[in-house]
């Protein structure tokens, strides 16, 4: 149980480094402040839980890292560029809670879409279908979204972020929506797709059992503005097993988690 | 997908098929069976109201007159549909990609709408003459606002998290709009079509009224000054299978290209 080394946090070739980022949005009252000099690394390779209560700011990290939103202060580098240069070479895929999926493309016809779009979808249908393989979603390529249940309809999203070979996934929420049994089984299957495709991971959640039980490292963001309160490394072997929820050392985790959490939480 | 198993059986096939046609036709025979003996037991007279026997025979009698003056009205609603919702599809996509046109041209377009268009279609036949011209452009007016509001609605109905998708694939504005914004507003438009099948028709009518030397609204007038009810009602039949056919085909347009959405909803 040792809080990760803060030297550690700056690593010469990171996947992801933010430093000092600040992020105002202006509102039509009062500027709003939702992220305070937020610094955190996520390795090559590394899986990197990003936990918070609701309203934390959490998903806009994410969206600061993928270049959806831009940060009033501070640096972002995604594999040493920035995260506009790290977009268009398609370094990232991009998970959003609900699956997104185009409901008038068919399954096979969704994970297409980002080929499509960067103009290589003539090559690219073998390797949607082998992704759609790895996500058990092999007999189903010509299903519509709406003939599909909440589950597979993330894994389809998951397969469209892996099909331009991204170095590095960014999951917001990806299993928030479900419900508990499909969602202990789809955090299974991520970490079968995270070991078969060596991706980096960057994951939001507000779950810590779902934190401590997928990651390397859970960093913990406070409220209002959010900033970095704990950045804990999870040393517990893999693969990981459900069984490994009910052993102390588990229960360690989430508790200390918890405890952070808790006094971040104000009751309204 | 367990629905549409258990409709396979013969049994549900068989309550499908009464529920989709068997209902519908039971409630018209009702009303055209009440219709005809209503006439026959109070004695109503033909020039006031024929019963449906007879207009089923005018229908057979005088089709050569009316098949003669179908042809005009079908092209002047069709026309006018067409012209009418291409101005307002293209108008939609203007306005949702630049918005001081669409504060601009709104208020125009809610103008034009509030006019009447029977106040508006003698207006019309004075600038565009007898022939097909304002018919057309009258059938046009009629069928454009539903459309433009309901394109717009549906170019603008894009789930953020959709827009976000596309902005971290770097999709060009050309792929936002082909790949996302139209293919989403397909429900909407044809909602709004389906809407408009029915006022083509009416306004191409109401321009022949005011005037036209044939067409289906030409018969309405001839007919009722030479008090020839029976053709009055079936002219009346065919205009209102003119509507229907119009509207079944771009039902089936809508089967052909919304493709995705479930034909019941889900449970």
Known sequence: MSPADPSASRIDLAAIQLEEVGMTFPTSSVPLRVLEAVSLAVRPGEFVSLLGPSGCGKST?????ADILVPTDG???VNGESPETARRRRAFGFVFQDATLLAWRSTLENVLL??????????????ARRLLDLVGLAKF???YPWQLSGGMRQRVAIARALVTEPRILLMDEPFGALDEITREYMNLELLRIWQATATTIFFVTHSSPEAVFLSDRVVVLGTRPGRVKLDLAVDLPRPRDPALKETVEFARYTAALRRTLVGETRLE | MAIAAA???????????????GLPALGILTILGYWELHIRLFSVPNYLMPPPSLIAVTLVEEWPTLERNVGTTVIEAVGGFLLGNAVAILLAVLFVHNRPMERTLFPVAVAVRTVPIIAIAPILVLLLGNGYAPKVV????????PTLVNMVRGLQAVETSALELMRVLSATKAQVFFKL?????????FAALKIATASS???????????????LGYLIVISTFEFRTGLLYATTAVASFLALALFLSVVALERLIVRWQPDTPRQ
């Open chain 1, 61 to 65: 990290v994410l969206r600061l890292v």
């Open chain 1, 75 to 77: 640096r972002i580098t």
């Open chain 1, 114 to 127: 980002p080929l499509e779009i960067s103009g290589d979808a003539s090559r690219g249908r073998e390797r």
């Open chain 1, 141 to 143: 390529e010509s299903a």
């Open chain 2, 7 to 21: 409709r396979q059986t013969p049994r549900g096939r068989v309550a499908a098929l009464i529920r989709q046609f």
């Open chain 2, 138 to 145: 009258i059938a046009a007016l009629i069928s454009f606002f």
């Open chain 2, 181 to 189: 914004r139209l293919p989403s507003s397909l429900p909407f438009l």
């Open chain 2, 201 to 215: 028709v009416i306004g191409a009518i109401v321009a022949e009224w005011i005037g036209a030397d044939t067409g």
